[in-house]
């Protein structure tokens, strides 16, 4: 039972990290000011703890706690712009220190401004560019340098001061080399990201040109062409028309005028979608199945493993060729999700005609999730609803109330539609 408390407990502490991992993220200015305040209250908590140990000693008294924390806000506060202008952070921090360190002697605070003056080296070789921080970086560990061999009184060893000299060194070099190279990174990351966007809008934009040129060939083809015979056979038609009771004759020509224009724009045609039409596209001047073939489609999906049945309520009558085709490939679409991804071994296809309009309803005993119904493999919820939506029908899809998948499907069928 506490281990469970337990789980739960640090489940918990992970998302409210995550959280402000991502408030971090989106808001670095909040973010380096809440590390910025952290950072000094941590400093004049060390200060205090450091100060106690001089409270005894008259001869070198404990300065003012107000004076000291103006010096450490003037090195860790900048910190908060570390990101927006990082070399004058590190220049403002590192002058600072050092006159802090040279005006209140034994009593600086060392071990949280150090830290500090490491993230503004870091920042400022991370968010800055080359030929300015560079010179601002050799002034500044210059300083430091200075102010080690001048903080070491004469008889200190030399083999000390070298160490110190040496470890300084190292420490804003090591931090120096961490801080441009993940600046450099995130820069050439920032800049291929900038190409890709630039070069998909391209994509994009060559695409529509591509289209539109497309567009404009094809309504040229079908101006000069297809225009042409149609013209042809209504001048015919009107001319037929006038000769009829007059001249049989050239009301026959006419006629046989008519016929060829119209087979030739035929022919046209066929050439135009055979240049639209890529290999393996299905024809378009094929039969459209519609719900009279709903009896072979189930026939079809039917196997060892899943059964289809289908049932029709009321009085069967023709709903119009375009009903009729989106209404089979809604089912189509249900059955080949059900088949593929829901797991049934059985699934109901109920059609019902009331007065005004088709209800399809495809019901299986699956998992009930549904979820490849908008997968990219196939037409999908979305291609269903435009379906529907085509007619100014509805469709409703979601988990059946005893269990699987269900897809209804209300299309209008007004008397007299076509």
């Not at 000693?57 to 010096?71: H, I, L, R, Y």
């Not at 990174?185 to 800049?191: K, L, M, Q, Y």
């Not at 199945?289 to 079809?300: I, K, N, T, V, Y």
Request: net charge neutral.
């Amino acid at each position: 039972m506490c281990s469970g408390r337990r789980a739960v407990s640090v489940v918990r502490m992970l998302r409210r990290f995550r959280r402000v991992w991502g408030l971090t993220r989106s808001h670095p200015l909040v973010a380096d000011l809440l590390l910025a305040v952290v950072l000094l209250a941590l400093a004049l908590q060390s200060f205090e703890v450091s100060s106690d140990l001089f409270a005894g000693d008259p001869e070198d008294p404990v300065p003012d706690s107000a004076w000291n924390t103006a010096w450490l806000a003037g090195i860790i506060l900048p910190l908060a712009l570390r990101r927006r202008f990082p070399v004058s952070v590190l220049l403002v921090a590192t002058t600072t220190y050092i006159v802090y360190t040279v005006v209140l002697g034994p009593f600086v605070e060392v071990l949280v401004t150090v830290i500090a003056l490491s993230l503004a080296v870091y920042s400022s070789a991370a968010h800055s560019r080359a030929r300015l921080r560079n010179a601002v970086c050799a002034a500044c560990l210059l300083g430091i340098i200075g102010l080690v061999v001048l903080d070491n009184p004469l008889g200190t060893p030399l083999d000390f001061r070298l160490f110190q000299v040496l470890s300084n060194v190292a420490l804003f070099c090591a931090l120096w080399s961490l801080g441009a190279a993940l600046g450099a990174g995130r820069r050439r990351a920032r800049d291929l990201l900038q190409r890709t966007v630039e070069l998909e809008r391209e994509r994009e934009e060559n695409a529509r040109r591509a289209v539109f040129d497309e567009r404009v060939r094809i309504a040229r083809e079908l101006h000069d062409v297809v225009a042409h015979h149609v013209s042809m056979m209504g001048v015919q038609a009107g001319a037929a028309r006038v000769v009829l009771d007059r001249d049989p004759g050239k009301t026959r020509q006419a006629l046989a005028s008519i016929e060829t224009s119209s087979r030739q724009a035929v022919v046209e045609l066929h050439r135009l979608l055979g240049f639209l039409r890529q290999a393996g596209d299905p024809d378009d001047l094929a039969p459209q199945p519609g719900l009279g073939q709903l009896p072979e489609l189930a026939a079809s999906m039917s196997g060892p493993e899943l059964t289809v049945d289908v049932r029709v309520e009321g009085e069967e009558r023709p709903v119009g060729p375009t009903v009729d085709v989106s209404a089979y490939r809604i089912v189509q679409e249900a059955l080949t999700n059900t088949l593929k991804h829901a797991g049934a071994s059985r699934v109901d296809v109920h059609l019902r005609y009331w007065p005004d309009e088709l209800e399809i309803e495809v019901v299986d005993d699956g998992r009930g999730n549904g979820a490849a119904l908008s997968g990219p493999g196939g037409l999908g919820l979305i291609g269903m609803r435009e379906r529907a939506a085509l007619h100014d029908g509805q469709l409703a899809a979601g988990p059946a109330t005893g269990g699987g998948f269900a897809v209804r499907v209300r299309l209008p069928t007004p008397a007299g539609a076509l």
